[in-house]
């Protein structure tokens, strides 16, 4: 394999994942859940929440296709219905609207900040940086890669360093919102939300061709 390949594949899968997991907008909302939390407890959560978040994601990559191919679901398939719930995640993102694909409810926001329990699992980790588009992105990544280990490893970095990202997006959550503002957030949201439109757009495409080949 290419070292060039496996560069590409590895920036190609990192883009995915950074803007579905949307660093800015995800810190955003975990400093408004966790409003009564100290610094030491929204640092706790948020390394607890990405670690489950790899262990969430990382097991869709091994056992995706598995799952699909035992329920008589086709890759090509996958990448049409994957595609199209992107392409739905995106408008969401651009027109800064909760549907439910990605960011939480109302209802559910207004749960996490009244409960005492953590927050860790939900609704940080499920669904803020684990949730349906990173879940299916990951699939559909370890489709493209097939048996090749580079691509394989390229994924895996490429998993590594979005959800490092992301863990420091969270750390600096506070000083982050107060640097951005709710329109500076919204803005990036919208940019990151034309990104995935158009990745959802290919991963569609190329589903729609293996279909027809």
């Known amino acids: 394999m290419p070292r060039s ?7 190609y899968a990192l883009v995915a ?10 810190a955003a909302i975990f400093i408004a859940i966790t409003p009564r939390d ?4 929204r640092r706790e959560q948020a390394v607890r929440a990405v670690g489950i978040s ?17 329920m008589g679901v ?4 996958f990448q049409v219905a994957g595609g199209i719930l992107l392409f739905l995640l995106a ?17 559910e926001t207004a749960e996490a900040e009244a409960q005492e329990s953590d927050i860790t699992v939900f609704p940080l980790a499920i669904p803020l940086i684990a949730g349906p588009g990173a879940m299916t992105t990951m699939v559909l990544l370890r489709g493209q890669a097939g048996d090749d280990w580079g691509l394989l ?24 919102v107060r640097m ?24 569609t495409l190329d589903g729609v061709r293996a279909i027809l080949a």
């Open 74 to 77: 086709t890759l090509p398939a």
């Open 38 to 41: 100290t610094d030491a407890e």
């Open 17 to 26: 994942l950074l803007v579905i997991f949307d660093p800015p907008g995800t």
């Open 153 to 176: 490893a390229a994924l895996a970095a490429a998993l590594g360093v979005a959800l490092a990202v992301t863990l420091v997006s969270l750390l600096a959550a506070k000083q982050l």
């Open 91 to 107: 408008t969401d993102m651009v027109m800064v609207r909760d549907s439910g694909l990605r960011r939480t409810t109302e209802r």
């Open 5 to 11: 390949a496996m560069l590409d594949a590895f920036l």
């Open 180 to 203: 951005l503002g709710e329109t500076g957030t919204n803005v990036i949201g919208r940019v990151l939300g034309v990104v995935v439109a158009a990745l959802a757009a290919q991963i």
């Open 54 to 70: 790899f262990v969430v994601l990382a097991g869709f990559a091994i056992g995706g296709e598995w799952l699909m191919r035992a």
